[in-house]
């Protein structure tokens, strides 16, 4: 099937003004980086979700889910296929002593939305940057909590477009992992259970927070986070601060000076450059102090020039 013929059938599914060709995704991700997607797409409803996935399978295309590109790198040639990004979905809700959320709100808005209704325990999320969905395929947490702690289902699209209410034990959420991915599952809501509690500790908590969270990230840059997870017995921030790499950068990324775990977009690198930093870091903290620094942040899509698909 050629573009145009796949063109005239997205637009048969979902509204056509909710698709876009030749996307730049360095317009959503975190860190300003990114190739062009062949197609964007924003469904509004989860009958659209569902369409445009048996339309993948039925054409073969692939397709990548995209949620507030925080915690991802996109190569510089861009992913090839169609990227869904659930950005249409942002309502959150009260349900008795229960939030839910869909999937492209922010898990940040969400945490005030509990606030505001003086619900406890979604305050360890109060500040990252991502979305509901892209919280649960990460079981992102922070200062002690995350979401394994209080999500209590997910309701999700599977990789042949059924809908399915997963409960939170079978989304196997360890440390910064599930097997979101592996199911193929796409997250349109998810509920999380909480307590009632005071609002002024709930927001007392969330400020301090925040406060921790300004006061340590350099968060005046582009970047996708902590970009390591914490190897076994070692903290990653520290191992390269011992190894002397804050401020070592490559083109325009570099190891950040202000908290040694990110590594910022500092003056319009390419994802080439940030990847060539992170495999610097690796290397060099292998070199000096023999451990391995896996990866948190995802990479995805191809090089410039290349046509075929990796990720
Ligand atoms: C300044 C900064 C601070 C951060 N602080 C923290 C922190 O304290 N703790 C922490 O855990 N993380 C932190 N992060 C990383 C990031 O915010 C989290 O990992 C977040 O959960 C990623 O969500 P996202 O929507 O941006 O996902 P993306 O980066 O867009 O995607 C991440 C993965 O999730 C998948 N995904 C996204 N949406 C869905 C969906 N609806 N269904 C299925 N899969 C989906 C994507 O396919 C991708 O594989 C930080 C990042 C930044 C930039």
Known sequence: MDNNQMIAELQQLINPEHIFIDEYLKKHTYTKLGGKADFFVTPSNIEEVQEVIRFANKTNIPFTLLGNGSNVIVRDGGIRGIVLSLKRFL??????????????????????????????????????????????????????????????????????????????????????????????????????????????????????????????????????????????????????????????????????????????????ATATDYISVIEMVQKTVKYKFNVNLEREVRILGEDEGVTDKKS
């Open 91 to 268: 309502n959150v809700r009260r349900e008795g002593n229960k939030v839910i959320a869909e999937s492209g709100a922010r898990i940040i808005d969400a945490s005030r939305f509990a606030l505001q209704e003086s619900l406890t325990g979604l305050e360890f999320s109060c500040g990252i940057p991502g979305t509901v969905g892209g919280a649960l395929y990460m079981n992102a947490g922070a200062y002690g909590g995350e979401v394994k702690d209080c999500l209590e289902s997910a309701l999700v699209v599977d990789s042949k477009g059924d809908i399915l209410r997963v409960a939170a034990e079978d989304l196997n959420l360890e440390y910064r992992t599930s097997n979101i991915a592996k199911k193929g599952y796409i997250v349109i809501e998810a509920t999380f259970a909480l307590q009632i509690g005071k609002h002024e500790e709930i927001k007392a908590i969330m400020d301090d927070l925040t406060y921790k969270r300004e006061s340590k990230q350099p968060l005046e840059y582009p970047s996708c986070g902590s970009v390591f997870k914490r190897p076994p017995g070692y903290f990653a921030g520290k191992l390269i601060q011992d190894s002397d790499l804050q401020g070592k950068g490559i083109g325009g990324a570099e190891v950040s000076t202000k908290h040694a775990g990110f590594i910022v977009n500092k003056n319009q």
